[in-house]
């Protein structure tokens, strides 16, 4: 895994614990397209795993901060009695750093392509809760992936200011991890509906 990572729970970037993506590379590439996205922005995310790198607990906590702060989205990590499931908790935000650092880093071939699928797979019936084992409600509508992606692309950009670089190019970091995130959402939605509508 080209040295990025370290052991972490549940996280099967790259393995044949799997499954291929139904999403084509024709696709994926239509995809970054429609976002606009250029070697530049490449150029800008990778500076931005650099900026990242030693932030995305904080990062993370940010994010908890506004869920653990909405009752229907913290619901999604509590055990049917209401209370949160720490262990869930605790194992998905190991994988959720790694995610920062994934979204930055990785680059968009089938590799990629597959662990953004499985994704989208652990948040609705097909797989949710299985990873951990958890007990929590089983699936996490599409329309909460959508809006929380307000947040993850707004509060992200403190962060990428925090290590002395220039305006224009906190700018540039800014612009690529939100095209980057929403090439994100969009392959996770592949798993929430029919291809015929996708």
Sequence with gaps: MNGQTREIAGYTYGTGEIAKSPVSLEALEQLQQATAMTEEDL???RLAGDVLEDQTEEVITTWRGVIGKT????????APDGRPDENYKARAKERF???ILD???RPYDQDWLDYQHEI?????????NRTDAASAPPHIPLRYLIAFTAVINDT??????????TAQEVEAM????CKAVLLSLSIWSRTYVAESDW
Excluded: S
């Excluded at 989208?120 to 949710?128: F, I, M, V």
């Excluded at 992200?156 to 670089?165: E, H, S, V």
């Excluded at 800014?174 to 991890?177: I, K």
């Design 43 to 45: 150029r800008a995310l």
């Design 71 to 78: 009752p229907h989205l913290a619901r999604y990590f509590a």
């Design 97 to 99: 750093k790694q995610w």
């Design 103 to 105: 979204v930055c880093r």
């Design 120 to 128: 989208g797979l652990r948040h609705t019936h097909l797989k949710k």
């Design 156 to 165: 992200i950009k403190p962060y990428l200011a925090n290590k002395g670089n």
């Design 174 to 177: 800014h612009r690529a991890w």
